[in-house]
């Protein structure tokens, strides 16, 4: 699946080979690598195109390299006009929803800034589904009061499994640990997660984040405005360090969940005129510069690009060996597109808490092994598809020892399944 190649220091890099992948993995990731893809659509399966597309969330930005180029044949420029079309019109009420909601919150003396979705794809068409805006800490009552008096729905409770019925509704116990309280907007239903900060700083992640969350106002006084939409961003180098805390943390070995998306939002920022020697100091200020070394061999990995090398050997060579050599058993855990080593993976989650800031239960779990192995409670629900918090997930671990078969089953099924539909009745 990879191929290696030396770099002038010695170490050996790992490439993705386009020969091992998929027609449907080649196409995307022509897409991360700046590439025509209009020759290789014929060869692809539709249905399993899209779909991978969109788990890798870069449907829009399949549809517009379509757009792009004549050679794609008249099926798949069809695909991407309609497509588009319904993009911008997703894109229309996501708009409106959102200057409302800004102006309700700055109504109630919020200054909030706008994470992630605009503020990473600066006027092109990307992949998003809720908007993140971040806020003071002290403003939490005002905004939940602002929003909930406009009709906003809290829909929390119902998509954080982490939070435990007695503090339903409970704003100041949740958020002695919880930074993202989400309500949706009463006319599109678009989804809106109010943040005091970038991540939890218990029960979600094992990474310690407290440093992080008392630094917060450093990152929201360096925030600017937008001349193209008016909106409060991030400085663009802070957002290419949320970015890499992305990657490195809500796509991390125990989520399993990256995707390509994350390297199109890196191209988008250095076009738009990163300062890499400004990221690198403030990465190492704030502690997570092994994540920012992470996002620089994933994109080296995935597009077999040397443009960030020198940054990555910069960062790497002032980082202690230790998080050097995690970092590169992190990107060992991706062998393919939305493909992982389990081995890599375990062995990744089992040392990790060791090197990394951690907490305290992190590095117990890690110690005694079986509850990496076993699903945590809200893991095995998500599993099984039953409501959050129920207890009649408890007895489902006795049947933990076979599903392993199931997946075996259910594997060789769709197998002999697709094997049926590609022979097409005789």
Known sequence: ??????????????????????????????????????STLPYCKPDDLLLLASEQKVLLSLASRINDEEAADPYWRSWAAKTSLGAEGEAQACTKARSKTIGLLESAGICPIVLKGASLSL????????????????????????????????QGFARNQYIKKTEYRDWKRLARWSVQFEFSEPES??????????????????????????????????????PGTGLRFLALEDRAILLALHVGV??????RSFNLRHLLDLRTLIDAGLDWSMVERRAFRYGVAHHVLLLLRLHEMVTGSRELEPVAERVAARLPRRFANLVRLHTACLIGIG??????CFTYRLISPFIVKSRPIARIKAVLILPLVIPEPHELRMIHGLPPRTNWVYPLYLLEPLRPFFRLFRKLFRVLRRKRIDQGPR
């Open 189 to 226: 239903g678009i989804l809106f997660e109010l943040h005091t900060a970038f991540f939890e700083t218990a029960r979600v992640y094992d990474e310690d984040f407290s440093p992080l969350r008392a630094a917060i106002d450093e990152f929201a006084a360096a925030s600017v405005v937008d």
């Open 123 to 154: 006027g092109s068409r990307r992949d998003s589904g809720d908007i993140d805006i971040l806020i003071p800490e002290a403003s939490l009552l005002n905004a939940i009061s602002a929003l909930e008096t406009a009709g906003y729905q809290y």
């Open 339 to 344: 493909k992982y080593s389990k081995a890599a």
């Open 250 to 255: 809500k796509r991390s070995p125990s989520k």
């Open 1 to 38: 699946m990879a191929e290696s190649a030396k770099t002038e220091h010695g170490r050996s890099r790992d490439f993705i080979s386009m020969e091992a992948l998929t027609p449907e993995e080649r196409v995307l990731v022509r897409i991360v690598r700046m590439e025509p893809v209009g």
